[in-house]
Structure formats: structure tokens, C-alpha cells
């Protein structure tokens, strides 16, 4: 990749973990929405409590085709490739950040899925082991341009019929950089972002961003917990000489 190309996505990467914090402060709001039913739906189908760690990488094990890890720094950095799947979202164009302000777009969007009974439909439509395994904030690097990117939020799709409003999207095969947050949020989330872009990035030997897409994974709606945990799902694409 140019290093300038890749100086200018490190900054916007920079401020966009601005945007996720306010994402993980919005989706507690959010499911403080939602009905007492959807919510044990959501606990139900995801296996947010009590997720025995030997089914879980069976289940894993099963949609994923390699799993790697790379040490940087003394720091284990998961790479996982995945065959092409599908999500369904409702997404946006948004405003990309223009400094460590959260876009409010974003916040508006969470707010928005949450009031109107959105999120309850989306949950609804994922499958009972899904790899990806929580609510999921969806950045299309893909489509970025100098001033906005579409941002969805969705889950994993089970295949059923769902709403004109929602929209099938088909993520091809990639290979992933996978990061776990674990803390105090937002706070864990944001100094988990920092690492991927001052020590991942510029260290790692093999991968590169991929411009591609990006995945923010909630597994639990307790977002005071000290010690809750989530994912963040990047795109990579090996380096070339």
C-alpha cells in the first residue's frame, strides 16, 4: 500500500474509535428498549451467558477456514480467513469523524434502530451459533469516500424472509485481524483500537489493512460489566514485495 495512502486511513482509523465508543455507549441504551422477551431471545439465540469455550470453537471451527496468530509487541493478534457470508442491516451513509468526536450520525442511527423496533427484527433474524456471535456495528471501508462510508447494523443471516426495509449483504472471502476488548467500556474499546493502529498495523511483517470491512461484535448487552469483552473484526490482505 502508498504510505501516504496508508498514513491518511491510520489517522481516519484514529478518529473512527471515537465512533465506536459511542457505539458500545448506545447499544446499552438500545437494548434497555427492547422488550424483557426480546432480550431473552437475544440471550437465547446468541449464547451470551453460560458459552461453553470447547463449543464455541466448534462452532468456529466450523465457518472459518484457518485460524493464526501473530505476536507483536508480546501481544497475540488472532487471524482468521472466512469464506464469503452474509449479514442483514439497515445502513447508512454517514459522515466520516472530523476529529475525536463520535459522528452523530452513528448515535443517531443506534437511537433510531432502538426506538423503532429494528433491532428486535435484526435479532430475530440470526442463525443459533453464529461465528460472529452479538450484535454487529458494520463499517463498509469499501465504499469510503472524502467525506462519508456506509455504516450498518445487523447480525449474521439465518436465511429467512426479512422486511423490504432490511437489506441481504454478501461479505466476500476474507482474511481478518480479530482484536478482543476486555474492560471498562468505552474505554478498554478505545485503547484496544489504539493498539491495532500504532502496534498492529506498522508492525506486522505479513498484513495490511484491506480496505475492505470492519466489524464491531457486541456479545452481551451488559456493557457496564468491568470486564465485558467484544471483538473488533478488520480486514487484511497479506503483503506482496
Known amino acids: 500500500m ?5 498514513s491518511i486511513i491510520f489517522r481516519s482509523m484514529h478518529t473512527e474509535s471515537a465512533r465506536y465508543s459511542c457505539s ?3 447499544l446499552a441504551e438500545v437494548l434497555k428498549r427492547i422488550s424483557r422477551l426480546q432480550v431473552l431471545t437475544i440471550l437465547q439465540r446468541t449464547n451470551f451467558l453460560n458459552l461453553q469455550a470447547k463449543r464455541t470453537m466448534k462452532n468456529r471451527s466450523e465457518c472459518v477456514l484457518m485460524h493464526t496468530v501473530q505476536v507483536i509487541n508480546g501481544r497475540h493478534f488472532l487471524i482468521e480467513k472466512r ?12 459522515d466520516k469523524p472530523q476529529s475525536a468526536n463520535a459522528t452523530p450520525d452513528i448515535t ?17 433474524c440470526m442463525p443459533e451459533n453464529p461465528v460472529m456471535k452479538g450484535l454487529l456495528g458494520i463499517c463498509f471501508s469499501s465504499e469510503f469516500n472524502a467525506k462519508q462510508f456506509p ?4 447480525v449474521e443471516y439465518d436465511g429467512r424472509k426479512v422486511d423490504d426495509d432490511l437489506e441481504i449483504v454478501t461479505i466476500p472471502a476474507n482474511t481478518y485481524a480479530v482484536f478482543t476488548s476486555k474492560g471498562k467500556m468505552p474505554d478498554a474499546f478505545i485503547e484496544t483500537y489504539h ?6 498495523f506498522p508492525q506486522s511483517a505479513q498484513y495490511e489493512y484491506a480496505e475492505n470491512v470492519e466489524f464491531e461484535v457486541y456479545s452481551s448487552q451488559d456493557v457496564s460489566d468491568p470486564n465485558y469483552q467484544c471483538e473488533i473484526w478488520i480486514a487484511v490482505n497479506e503483503k506482496t514485495e
Open 108 to 124: 443517531a442511527m443506534w437511537q433510531e434502530y432502538g426506538a423503532d423496533g429494528t433491532m428486535g427484527r435484526l435479532i430475530a
Open 83 to 94: 469464506d464469503a457470508f452474509q449479514v442483514v442491516c439497515k445502513r447508512k451513509r454517514v
Open 24 to 26: 458500545v455507549r448506545r
Open 195 to 200: 493498539k491495532i493502529v500504532t502496534e498492529f
Open 151 to 154: 455504516y450498518g447494523i445487523g
Open 2 to 6: 502508498d504510505k501516504n495512502k496508508q
